[in-house]
């Protein structure tokens, strides 16, 4: 017996994609007039997206229309997906160097994975999103991206005027979504926001006001609220199989003038995942530091550890070198104070091995402190940045300058590759860090830890020069990140 409902159903969509893809082929046909309209608006998508994909990924862009987006990404191997035969058509012809391909996206069937997945303004037009948001996890690894844009329902009512008047290309009815309805989907279909912004306050060509508008005034509340687009970035929730051998760790600890930790360092350490090896790196003490490391390295050959001696200064070029010379495949950064606990490490690992977090940073702000762990002012000023750098970043920053971070080995030589961008002015080494791991996308998640009294030695940090530089960041950060 036949199943009349499925029938009709299958007969609405096919109705449906139809009528939306002679649309779009009569949009194609006049796409001069309907660009000129819109011109301002792509481009500052294109500004948008080129922030946030790397040239020379592999990218696939579905709803791709003419390629005009996916070529400006520069990527490494770029496909277009669109089901206009002749926008498809247009873009093999403008683009011969990357591939497109006329298909329905809810029946795409591709066997290849990409770096970065691309749904620009498409999802207000799908039968069904939820069935393609699940067919992307075909195409993406843990380590891929989803990039998506929408607009935001706000704007129903003054884009549907302006297309009565004929001031911008004419749409078929559309889906109307909130951030909430796209979160919700994507965790159903096996992926979780990493973050979401907005975009597009004024979408009209008007010199000096259009730059103003949308680079700052559409960052800051409350103008925010009437944005003309959403943003997010999402990635595939990673299953951890227990197939694969476990990750060696590397714990790289900057010491300077602290002789009288190092034994307590070397054993409170513990071993984690496949291995640990300590990593050194000593720099310019005017105590017996260096003697110290090395002659406990010698005593204990059953550990593996590294000592180097830093050329540089700050810790920030400590870090750096550590890093450079690891071995493992997870790094964490351990402070040679031990004013965070050693042992606090292994749940550090289990949040960046389990693909809960790709890049863990602990807070110190949440536990009560012992009496002399962090002076008053210092206290004050790590909230103000927290707050700060969680605006900038788009993901919740509560402690920009505790000493223990923890990432993946690939993606720091991302960070390092790209370090250019911001600039190498970060003594601490944590502001690299964090600026590097928001600029790749990647999931940023802080756990607590119990902040600890000094114990020996005194602190390397001069709170009042070492806070005006850490203003100059933000405001270098604010036109790096922010105002794009």
């Given at each position: ?7 009709n159903r299958q007969s609405v969509y096919k109705q449906y994609q139809k009528n ?351 009496k002399e762990a962090m002076r008053f002012l210092n206290l004050v000023g790590n ?102």
């Open positions: 017996m036949k199943d009349h409902s499925t029938e939306r893809m002679d649309h779009w082929d009569q949009i194609a046909s006049q796409e001069n007039r309907w660009n000129r309209c819109n011109r301002y608006y792509l481009r500052r998508l294109l500004e948008v997206m080129k922030f946030v994909v790397p040239p020379g990924q592999r990218v696939i862009e579905i709803g791709c229309a003419t390629g005009e987006l996916l070529a400006s990404l520069k990527p490494g191997y770029g496909v277009g997906i669109d089901f206009s035969a002749e926008m498809i058509r247009r873009a093999k012809n403008r683009h011969p160097d990357l591939h497109f391909i006329c298909a329905d996206a809810h029946e795409l069937d591709v066997k290849e994975k990409f770096d970065f997945v691309i749904l620009s303004d498409v999802v207000n037009e799908l039968w069904d999103v939820q069935a393609v948001l699940q067919k992307i996890n075909e195409w993406t690894t843990p380590q891929s991206r989803i990039i998506i844009n929408f607009y935001s329902r706000l704007w129903e009512l003054p884009l549907a005027l302006v297309r009565k008047l004929g001031l911008v290309k004419p749409m078929l009815m559309q889906n109307w979504l909130t951030v909430e309805d796209i979160t919700g989907l994507l965790s159903l279909a096996g992926c979780e926001v990493i973050r979401h912004w907005e975009e597009i306050i004024w979408p009209v060509r008007t010199p000096v006001m259009d730059s103003l508008a949308n680079r700052f005034v559409a960052k800051l509340w409350p103008f925010r609220i009437f944005d003309l687009t959403h943003f997010m970035v999402a990635k595939p929730v990673e299953a951890v199989t227990g197939a694969e051998a476990l990750p060696v760790v590397s714990v790289v600890v900057p010491a300077r003038n602290e002789s009288g930790n190092i034994e307590r360092i070397w054993n409170s350490v513990p071993e984690m995942g496949g291995g640990t090896e300590i990593i050194f790196v000593e720099g310019g003490s005017t105590d017996d530091t260096y003697d110290v490391i090395e002659r406990t390295i010698k005593n204990n050959p059953q550990r593996r550890a590294k000592l180097f001696r830093q050329s540089g200064k700050g810790k920030g070029d400590a870090v750096r070198l550590g890093f450079q010379q690891a071995g493992g495949d997870i790094l964490m950064i351990l402070d040679a104070d031990l004013t965070v606990p050693p042992e606090d490490l292994p749940r550090f690992y289990e949040a960046i091995y389990s693909g809960k977090a790709e890049f863990v940073n602990g807070v110190r702000l949440v536990y009560p402190m012992e909230k103000f940045f927290s707050l700060v750098f969680s605006w900038l970043l788009g993901q919740p920053i509560k402690d920009t300058l505790c000493g223990t971070k923890v990432l993946w080995k690939r993606d720091y030589e991302k960070i390092a590759a790209n370090r250019s961008y911001f600039g190498d002015f970060d003594p601490f080494g944590d502001f690299d860090l964090l600026f590097g791991a928001a600029k790749l996308n990647l999931k940023i998640v802080a756990i607590p830890i119990r902040y600890r009294e000094r114990t020996y030695g005194a602190t390397n940090i001069s709170r009042w020069s070492h806070g005006w530089l850490l203003l100059r960041m933000v405001f270098f950060a604010l036109r790096r990140i922010k105002f794009i």
